[in-house]
């Protein structure tokens, strides 16, 4: 009687737990669907960088950094499970809130995959937000074999998990390396030159909280005007495209407060800007200028909030595209240019609604800008 009994009882467990795991599962939707890659795509790498094999996916690390592979969707707050295999030595990593273009562990974030152990490089080890929070514990099996992990995001609260080990439990915004990072964009799958698998990759959408507006439609000039007929602005493969000159293009609405992000690229010496709370040409009516010029001995590097503060001067490779964000509140501007933060500054003397206006102000360079988003704070 007592061994019938005890049957019984380990029969409804199983099925409790049955039912549990489905309950876990129920609201998820397959990233991969373990016949091929449709929903991704390979950037900055050959098409044998990421493939799938024996129905999982596999990096070969053929390509290196910065190559990766990217989701086609953007995601904003989620909650994303998925298997990894490592096979010795190595170093990868899962992207979410990542850009289409720029460095994807600095503009977004990064769950770091890797068997560094030394203490002194624990933000880079296994379970780290890449180079900024070290995990809570070390959690990664032995080689060869499959790892869980587990990405909760829902802005500014961000849980990882490794093996049911949970390894992160912070609020973004308590970190300044962390808290103007973008908060929706791809999710991803890194090649550092390293073998690695990835598996049964699924992820449940949580309510978001952002509210962007975008500025240009990719077709027209709709919302827009120009000031100033030294430049010509044209629409080139859905982009904003000036050369030839000065002049400006205007936001037909004003804005006080707001976030602004987009994608810049720009030709060699070429000089520009992106206006905040502008009202018209005149001089000292025309707010201030985040400025643009990728040139190394420039007084105002890209990023400067022109002729008040000097940004710090990175590398940026003419004709790609990088990222820039903006985010004004009263007299406090933060300018972040592919996920590096170059002004922080609380002197921004113009205080009040205003247009945004885009600069040209070359003869024979060119800059171009897309996906030009705002949120008004």
Known sequence: ???????????????????????????????????????????????????VQNGVIY????????????SDREY?????????????WCN???????????????????YQIDQMSHEGLRKKSAGAVFDVVAPSAMALGPDKSWNTGRILMDWPNLKYWMNGQIVQDINVEDYPELKYRFRHGYIGLQDMGYQVWFRNIRVKELPGKEEWRSLFNGKNFKGWYQEGSGAHWSIVDGNLHATGGTSYLVTEDEFEDFELQTYIRTSRTANGGIFIRWKTLSNGDRGNEIQIENVPDSNYPTGSLYNIVRAPMFHYEDEAWFPMQIILKGSHVVVRVNGETVVDSDEVPTVRAGHISLQMHSNEPWIEFKDLQIKPL
């Open 92 to 110: 990868s990593g899962v992207f979410f809130h990542a850009p289409r273009y720029g460095r994807c562990s600095k503009v977004g974030f990064e």
């Open 76 to 88: 904003e707050n989620f909650d994303l499970r998925f298997e990894f295999r490592l096979d010795g």
């Open 59 to 70: 990096c070969s690390g053929r390509s290196h950094y910065p190559a990766w592979l990217r």
């Open 1 to 51: 009687m007592m061994k019938r009994w005890m049957t019984t009882v380990f029969v409804l467990m199983a099925l409790s737990c049955s039912v549990f795991a489905a309950e876990v599962e129920e609201g998820f939707t397959a990233l991969f669907n373990g016949k091929n890659l449709s929903g991704w795509n390979i950037e900055n790498g050959g098409p044998k960088t990421f493939v």
